[in-house]
Every structure is written in C-alpha cells, then in structure tokens.
C-alpha cells in the first residue's frame, strides 16, 4: 500500500442509457433559467437534442446554443465566452466529444471571469507555458455530456487549448476548481457515432488509462481504477471495430472507460504519448485521437525493451502483466500485440497525411516528452520512433 496520497474530487455522476432525458427536469430543480448549450454541430443536429430542447421548454429553461466545431483555439473561445457573458447564460452544459466539452469549461470559466472585468482579457493569458496570468478559481456551474468515450474531459480539472501554426501549441486552462459539478454519461447518445471517431477517442482513453496506471504518480486507488476500465476497453474496443457500432453494452464498457481515464489522469498524470502529442497537435490540424492511437504501440513497445533491460521486475512490467492477465494474452508482448491489434481495426491515417515532415519530427522528438513515465527512453530512440512515424 502507498505511504501516502489524495485524491482530487470528481464531480457528481449520473450514469446509465437514458440517463440524458432527465437533465432538463434536473436543470430545473435547480433553479437554473438560461442554459448556454455548448455543444458539437453533429448533437445540435440530431433528434436527442431536439427532445432536450423541448424538455427544457416544457420546464421553461432557455437555451442558448453555442455550436463547437473542431478543437477549441484560442479565438474560438474567446467569442464563445463573450457571447455567453452578453446572453446571461447563468449554468453551461457541454455535450459532444472532448472538444465540445473542454470549450464548454473553457467557457464556464471566462464568462464569469468577463463578468468581473471591463478589460477584454482573452483565455490565452491564463494558459500553461504561454499565459501570464493565474487561471481564475471558480466559473459558472458546469454539467458535462461526453458522447464519443474518449478524453475523460468531463472528469478533468484542464481544458486543452490550441493555437494552430508555426508557432502553434496546445495547452491547458487548469485550475482544482474546473471539474464539472455533474457529469451525466449515457451511452446511448454514442450510438451514432461513426466508426472513425469511435476508434481515435477509444485510442485515447486507452492511451490515458495505460499513461495513468503505470505513473510514476499513480496510488492504490486510481491503480484499482484504471485497471478494471483497461480491461473493460480490451475486450470491448475490438468488438465495436469490428463492425458493431451499435453494441450498447460495448459502448456503456467504452463510456465508463473514457471516464474512468479522466479520473485518473486528473489524479496520476500522464506518460510520452502525451508529452509528444502536444507539440505534435499544436503543429498541424489532427485529432488529438489519431496522434495517440499512431504513437500508443511504438511508445510502449520500446519501454518494454527498456525496462527487460534494467531487470525483470520493475513495477512497469508487473503491471502490464496485470493487464495481459485480464486481457488473457501472455505477458507484456501480448499487450503490446493486443494493442497493435486494436491500432490495426481503427484504420488510423498515418501523420504523414496531415503534412508533417521528418524535420519537425525529430524537432519534437529531441524534446524531453517523458512526463511521468516509469520508464526513460533517449533522445535518438525518441526521434526514430516519430521518424518511423511518417
Ligand atoms: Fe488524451
């Protein structure tokens, strides 16, 4: 047992098929009366929004909609910020993928941060490594609706934040303060999701279930997390690549899973596929899916190697035999295989397509990307393992 460690407190949770239908209602007895909808154009479309907007008419809540469209940037939420402040949207709700709920904290945050001030302060000042201002504490109450099982955005404390180009970069807004108050999971709202997206944001949640449990930062608790939502997405990820989209148990297994990796990054940090896919995603425009789904298998196969270097036990490969055990595949190769199985059926393009070059890869590369990984990789590993990339 660990000597020692917290836990950073997650927001309430409804989860369930079906679950959604009751937000209005629940709105409602809140108290709330004008809702700012920040939510991806693909739900704004369909038929569950539709019935959302009439439940909450029927309990006379307003809604405001705020349409998301690729990852939030810089200016992205800026306008929806100021669009929020100027509507008096007093609780934002985000429903979509992670996109379309870290532009709804984002949001959450600077509306009631604008509402203080008369400056036109953008979100860009308060960001990790560019900003220079503090992130406020606090922001408008916060409900979030994941849709796509991936980032684990509804269970975080950050939004990440991209500003595209030369001299791009994704970063945070990060504060205790930003995890949602309530995070409503139903997996009946990913049925529709396509299959492309379906595989980069499952490849993420896995990438940010396996980054967390071996941690270096990672405790008992989150261990015993991580490692049931890692079986769950072994067993239940090949299944809907497989051509079964529509599977609803897979899906539930897929949505706890997506969630279950917020909860743990947000407490255990993460490893090299996230310290690369910053860097990589500031670059050019790519789903920050695709990025971990391409470098998940070459990352993780060359710790193995490492770490059968230094010794048989370290604390890293006991614990992927934990997951070989549940994945019923033998030892740490039969992860690594069982991950490359998965890799293969979500047809990922490769980051060539995206148009970047064996320079900017080897630029990333030589960076120190280890973050809380258990295992350390050298420079000329790193840069050959992105170079084969292309
Ligand atoms: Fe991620």
Redesign the pocket.
């Known amino acids: 047992m660990d000597a020692r460690f917290s836990i950073a407190a997650t927001g309430s949770l409804s989860f369930g098929a079906g679950v959604f239908d009751d937000l209005a209602s629940h709105l409602a007895k809140l108290g709330y009366h004008t809702v700012a909808l920040v939510a991806s154009k693909t739900f704004l479309q369909g038929s569950r929004c539709s019935a959302f907007l009439q439940q909450c008419k029927d309990c006379e809540v307003s809604v405001l909609t705020y349409p998301v469209s690729g990852e939030p940037s810089v200016g992205s939420i800026d306008e929806l910020s100021h669009s929020c402040l100027s509507d008096g949207c007093d609780v934002v709700v985000g429903v979509g993928g992670?996109s379309a709920l870290d532009s709804a904290k984002a949001v959450a945050v600077m509306a009631k941060y604008l509402a203080r001030t008369t400056e036109r302060i953008s979100v860009k000042r308060f960001l990790e490594g560019v900003g220079d201002l503090t992130p406020p504490p606090g922001r408008l109450p916060l409900f979030a609706v994941p849709t796509t099982a991936?980032?684990?955005s509804e269970a975080t404390k950050n939004a990440v934040i991209a500003q595209v180009g030369p001299n791009g970069f994704k970063k945070s807004l990060r504060h205790d303060s930003y995890i949602p108050d309530l995070v409503v999971v139903d997996p009946s709202l990913a049925i529709t999701v396509p299959q492309t997206v379906t595989a980069a944001s499952a490849l993420?949640?896995l990438?940010?279930l396996l980054e967390a449990y071996v941690s270096v930062k990672s405790n008992t608790f989150i261990d015993s997390l991580a490692l049931e939502a890692i079986a769950l997405v072994g067993n239940a990820l090949p299944k809907l690549l497989e051509g079964n989209l529509d599977d609803l148990d897979a899906r539930s297994d897929m949505a706890y899973a997506a969630y279950i990796?917020g909860v743990a990054?947000a407490n255990a940090g993460?490893g090299y596929?996230?310290g690369f896919?910053g860097p990589i995603g500031g670059l050019h425009s790519i789903p920050?899916?695709v990025i971990?789904g391409n470098l998940i298998v070459p990352i993780h196969k060359a710790m193995v190697l490492a770490a059968k270097e230094h010794g048989q036990d370290s604390s890293f490969l006991q614990k992927l035999t934990k997951i070989a055990a549940l994945w019923h595949v033998d030892g740490p190769e039969g992860v690594i295989e069982h991950m490359a199985q998965m890799v293969r059926l979500a047809k990922l393009p490769p980051l060539r397509d995206y148009g970047f070059t064996k320079e900017e890869l080897v630029a990333i590369g030589s960076k120190d990307a280890s973050r809380n990984s258990p295992v350390k990789l050298t420079q000329e590993q790193t840069i050959s393992l992105l170079e084969a990339l292309l």
């Open positions: 992670g991936g980032t684990g993420d949640a990438t940010q990796s990054i993460l596929v996230h896919a920050h899916g971990c």
